[in-house]
């Protein structure tokens, strides 16, 4: 054997060994990352920026007030609708508690409902902590009275639009809801499920709201109409609006504002509606049972103190702001908007806006809450070739007054009554859902 070869094999023993030293623990050497003192289990259909941002900034601040380390185990089951689904299914199962702490973000409508069922905790939050959010503001709800739920950011709803694609196609930028029910928009529109999606969900309660339940559903039916195809997230459809994929979308605030600032106002735009919006609360609340409720207790605390609306408010780097992904959401607390007004890309101040021209009732929207999925799910989404083809065949740009010829197979009556009765029983739930697809389908005969 030669110098070379010997030399070789040396080397590779040595390297070996190495390799063998570094996998073989060393006694009392730390062997991975050191374990929480505790866990707080948390359900939510939040993306991943605000759930990086408030895991370590909660961690932190955990650790300040108590000395103790705490880690946050995120529960991903879709959207709201999907969340809240298993939740409840997960407390029929066992209802002294399902082994998760708090329910995280989805608007407010599923808080009514939680409440109902009886499946929150109240949670009792510092008064120096809740003085600085408003009970109620404009007619909407930003925390609960019997201290439930906690609206923990605010939120806005309105319409995502390409300029570009506006201008090359001869459109105009809407100014209401409405205005996407235009038949010469049709394979124009972005619009997300809103049996997966709470966001999608509240901006057709909105319209059902704004307009009243013939006109408002007629609306609804012309803007899926137009609808090119429905994405299972809320935050795919602005993203297919800055690409060219369609011209208008449906989309919250913080998504349409996000995508505007990424590609550039001179491409993308978003719009409330003037006087047929809501500003609403994205709340947050501790589940029966939570196997941890004082940590759940202080994350609740968190999220509303000033610490906390700093990560949703303020811009990346700034003081107390997040470090990772900018939220861009609007702060429940008023004071900040005056006090850091400056360190944010939030473009509006709810708190002293004009006021909307409807007052939402929140009562009325979480009541029936499943039963206008069902309806929208199964009157308009499943049956989307067949509603477009009868779009295409029936409906002229030109035609005047084309909204009031649109026919309203579920009343609302009709409605209230199923959510308030049929739909706690799943065999007349589907008897309902049956015979209101044979509806749908004379009327696009």
């Known amino acids: 054997m030669n110098r070379t070869v010997r030399l070789i ?7 070996a060994l190495s390799v063998i030293s570094l996998l073989i623990p060393i006694p009392g050497a730390a062997t991975g990352p050191a374990r929480a003192d505790e866990k707080l289990v948390v359900i939510t259909p939040h993306w991943d920026g605000i759930r990086n941002e408030f895991r370590p900034a909660f961690a932190s601040w955990y650790r300040e007030r108590t000395g ?3 880690d946050i185990e995120w529960l991903d089951q879709g959207g709201t609708s999907d969340c809240v689904r298993y939740i409840l299914s997960q407390f029929k199962r066992t209802p002294a508690g399902i082994g998760v702490d708090l329910f995280f973000g989805g608007g407010t409508d599923p808080y009514y409902k939680l409440k109902r069922e009886g499946v929150l905790e109240r949670v ?47 459109f105009r930028v809407p100014s209401g809801w409405n205005e996407l029910a235009d038949p010469r928009y049709a394979g124009w529109v972005g619009a997300a499920d809103l049996r997966n999606s709470g966001t999608m969900h509240l901006m057709f309660e909105i319209i059902l709201q704004a307009y009243g339940w013939e006109q408002g559903w007629r ?7 137009n609808t090119k195809t429905f994405t299972k997230g809320a935050n795919e459809v602005p993203k297919m609006v800055a690409k060219g994929d369609v011209a208008f979308g449906l989309a919250i605030d913080f998504y349409g504002w996000a995508e505007v600032s990424e590609a550039g106002e001179d491409k993308v735009g978003f719009l409330l509606p003037a006087e047929l919006t809501i500003i609403g609360a994205d709340a947050l609340g501790m589940l029966r049972g939570a196997p941890n409720p004082e940590a759940a207790r202080l994350f609740v605390e968190f999220v509303l103190s000033e610490d906390g609306q700093k990560l949703w408010f303020l811009r990346k780097g700034e003081a107390g702001g997040p470090v990772k992904q900018e939220l861009n959401r609007m702060a429940v607390i008023p004071e900040l908007y005056r006090s850091h007004g400056d360190r944010t890309n939030v473009r509006q101040d709810p708190f002293t806006g004009p006021a909307g021209g409807f007052q939402f009732d929140n009562t009325l929207s979480s009541r029936r809450w499943s039963v206008v999925n069902d309806l929208a799910g199964v009157g308009l989404i499943d049956r989307h070739d067949a509603l477009r083809r ?10 005047v007054g084309y909204l009031e010829r649109l026919a309203v197979p579920v009343g609302r009556d009709e409605c209230l009554r199923a959510a308030d009765s049929l739909w706690n029983d799943p065999v007349k739930r589907n008897e309902t859902l049956l015979e209101w697809q044979k509806r749908f389908a004379r009327a696009y005969e």
């Open 390 to 399: 009868w779009w295409r065949r029936s409906m002229r740009p030109a035609d």
């Open 124 to 170: 009792s939050v510092p008064a120096p902590v809740l003085q600085k959010i408003p009970r109620v503001h404009a007619g909407t709800e930003l925390w609960d009275a019997d201290s439930t739920w906690y609206g923990a950011v605010l939120s806005g709803f309105g319409i995502v639009y390409n300029k570009r694609v506006i201008e090359l196609m001869n």
């Open 219 to 225: 609306i609804i039916t012309g803007i899926t109409a």
């Open 68 to 70: 103790r380390t705490i």
């Open 9 to 15: 094999l040396f080397i590779t023993v040595l390297l």
